[in-house]
């Protein structure tokens, strides 16, 4: 089991630029949320997929953000254009079944937005 | 809605002390809760978690009480070592059974030798 994986780890862009964050859920998840830390904020939920099907994203903070999940073992989170309060810590994680399950977090892409 | 306050940090304590951090929440019906650390540099991993009322979630030496009467889920641990500073959420999962957890802000433990 790899665990959820996440990439790129680190990612420095202009402000303006399109930004495009991965994720590969652990095999047989079928939720998939996507979530955004910052100190001055913390823990934000941005957006869950159930069945590759986006359930609520009333998390997205504008429409420079967007997220696809095409198939149960891909999703992207993109920005466009980036602006330098998007920096942060963004998380991928998935969970196999709805109601108690826990959630399995990757290890976050750091994205910095100058 | 629901949600999920814990205790303001950081919390500094040196190793071998007593550990106890606060959280309460807010819910209608009964929530599962749970526990989640998140160590420098990675995502956040599940610590222990409680289903039912009563129900004291465990691992590795911590533990946490579902209690219902005072909707509270405090973490304890009986003797921290340095390697168990880190940063401690507390979440509640969403009852409309789609997985999803609402978390609280975080709560930073940092041990001293």
């Known amino acids: 089991d790899a665990g959820v994986i996440q990439s790129p780890r680190h990612e420095v862009t202009e402000m303006g630029q399109e930004v495009t964050l991965r994720c590969k859920p652990i095999?047989?998840?079928?939720?998939l949320f996507w979530y955004r830390q910052t100190m001055m904020r913390g823990l934000e939920l941005l957006i869950y997929f159930n069945n590759n099907v986006p359930i609520d994203d009333s998390g997205m903070p504008e429409d420079r953000f967007s997220a696809k999940m095409p198939n149960a073992s891909f999703s992207t989170l993109k920005i466009q254009p980036s602006e330098p309060r998007d920096s942060a810590v963004y998380f991928c994680?998935?969970?196999?079944?709805?109601?108690?399950?826990?959630?399995?977090f990757g290890n976050g892409t750091r994205l910095t937005v100058t | 809605g629901d949600s999920v306050t814990q205790m303001e940090g950081p919390v500094t304590l040196s190793e071998e002390a007593f550990l106890t951090i606060n959280c309460t929440y807010t819910?209608?019906?009964?929530?599962?809760l749970f526990w989640y650390v998140q160590y420098p540099g990675e995502g956040l991993q599940l610590l222990l978690k409680?289903?039912?009322?009563?129900d004291k979630g465990s691992n590795k030496g911590f533990e946490a009480t579902y209690r219902k009467e005072t909707t509270s889920f405090h973490l304890e641990k009986g003797s921290v070592q340095v390697s168990d500073s880190a940063v401690y959420f507390c979440?509640?999962?969403?009852?409309?059974?789609?997985?999803?957890?609402?978390f609280g802000q975080g709560t930073t433990l940092q041990v001293k030798p």
């Open positions: 819910a209608t019906g009964y929530p599962s």
């Open positions: 979440a509640l999962s969403d009852l409309s059974n789609t997985g999803k957890l609402i």
């Open positions: 994680a998935s969970s196999p079944r709805s109601g108690n399950s826990p959630l399995h």
């Open positions: 409680a289903t039912k009322a009563d």
């Open positions: 095999s047989g998840h079928n939720s």
